[in-house]
């Protein structure tokens, strides 16, 4: 196991901290609960980059000034379901998300065929999902999963992410060692920081066209 670099604080959503004396207890937990998931996300990417043949620290240069955040998520309960969605389908754009859940449930994941499927919720257990930017990084060997939230008609739900996002200078392609002649890269680079910025600023639904993704960036 690869030595554990000292990293910038994963940021925490500001609008899950309050402020003042009353709020100290729940900002200090915020933070041990950011520092400790940090710990498993970055022994995963060690695991990752290993089951990709490469060194265990791999990935650790492209997070040395990281963008990580920690998101608080309530949904609250809806008397029609069926005609609200909690989060609309999307795929994260990072490199890993993890994500602690209540008992409630609502998250489901897109299968290759096109149906949707809910992720029951497992007691002390985290969901792991790959992001676009590993799906690059490994040239398609791991594949970021699409995802959407489904609110419940009668229960409130929490939930806490990690997503795990590397620096903003970082060019996001696919690692030289992983491809050759019979493998070619799949991708052209392209700026983490201007790439999410451009998601950030733009007006997308208004101009009738789609959000920046990654399969804007395949070589055909």
């Excluded at 290993?50 to 000034?65: C, I, R, W």
Aim: aromatic share 10%; glycine share 6%; proline share 8%.
């Amino acid at each position: 196991m690869a030595a554990q670099p000292t990293w910038p604080k994963v940021l925490i959503n500001p609008g899950a901290l309050m402020y003042g004396e009353a709020s100290i207890p729940r900002r200090e937990a915020c933070e041990k609960y950011a520092e400790a998931v940090e710990k498993l996300a970055f022994r995963l990417l060690e695991l990752i980059a290993q089951s990709l043949g490469l060194p265990a620290d791999y990935f650790n240069s492209k997070f040395e000034e990281q963008t990580s955040v920690v998101r608080l998520n309530h949904y609250s309960p809806c008397p029609v379901p069926e005609l609200a969605l909690g989060v609309g389908r999307h795929k994260d754009p990072g490199a890993l998300t993890v994500l602690a859940q209540d008992h409630v449930g609502g998250l489901q994941v897109k299968r290759k065929d096109g149906e949707w499927i809910g992720v029951k919720p497992i007691p002390d257990s985290f969901v792991i999902n790959v992001g676009d930017c590993m799906q690059v990084w490994s040239n398609d060997k791991y594949k970021s999963a699409e995802h959407r939230v489904v609110v419940n008609d009668k229960k409130e739900r929490f939930s806490v992410p990690l997503f795990l996002n590397p620096s903003h200078y970082v060019m996001v392609g696919p690692v030289p060692d992983l491809v050759n002649e019979k493998n070619p890269p799949r991708y052209r680079e392209y700026c983490w920081g201007e790439f999410v910025k451009s998601r950030r600023h733009s007006n997308f639904k208004n101009l009738g066209t789609e959000n920046l993704q990654i399969h804007h960036f395949n070589i055909s």
